[in-house]
């Protein structure tokens, strides 16, 4: 599993949190258990090998910044995303943009800069999305770098 699939795999956590409404650590771990993870290799490319160490951290490190800054992260998306309340907003283009706003501002890692988190939210939206909603995503992504990250 690369990085890119660890921030997907990431992103499907998060879409599971929001629809079972289970934000806690058991999420997490009930979704890596191993006999759940065998249906989902069944069912999807995603999951056919699953994630080393380092990849399961970084999946992990990811979801709790969400789960405990998925408030802050929506104010954000609420701010940037003109006209658009958070519950218009699809469950997986929000799980999408909270990954991404979380780990620019939460995520410490060396090799992850703020435009590739925005490429790889883009990139991911594209599979779940319609070219209008990944337009959406980026759009408020960069809205967001201009306006937080860019010129604090």
Not at 11 to 37: H, I, K, M, P
Not at 41 to 58: G, I, N, S, T, V
Not at 113 to 119: E, F, G, K, Y
Request: glycine share 4%; hydrophobic share 40%.
């Amino acid at each position: 599993m690369t990085r890119t699939m660890a921030r997907e795999a990431a992103v499907r956590l998060c879409f599971s949190a929001e629809l079972t409404e289970n934000w806690g650590a058991s999420q997490a771990v009930d979704f890596f258990d191993s006999e759940y993870y065998a249906t989902l290799c069944e069912e999807d490319d995603l999951f056919r090998k699953e994630p080393d160490a380092a990849q399961l951290a970084y999946i992990g490190t990811l979801f709790e910044a969400v789960a405990e800054h998925k408030d802050e992260a929506d104010a954000y998306i609420s701010k940037y995303a003109k006209g658009w309340t958070i519950a218009r907003i699809s469950k997986i283009s929000l799980a999408i943009l909270r990954c991404a706003i979380c780990e620019m501002i939460y995520v410490e890692a060396d090799d992850v800069s703020d435009s590739v988190a925005i490429n790889e939210a883009v990139e991911i939206a594209k599979h779940y999305e319609e070219p209008e909603t990944v337009s959406f995503i980026n759009g408020v992504l960069g809205s967001f770098y201009r306006g937080e990250r860019e010129n604090p």
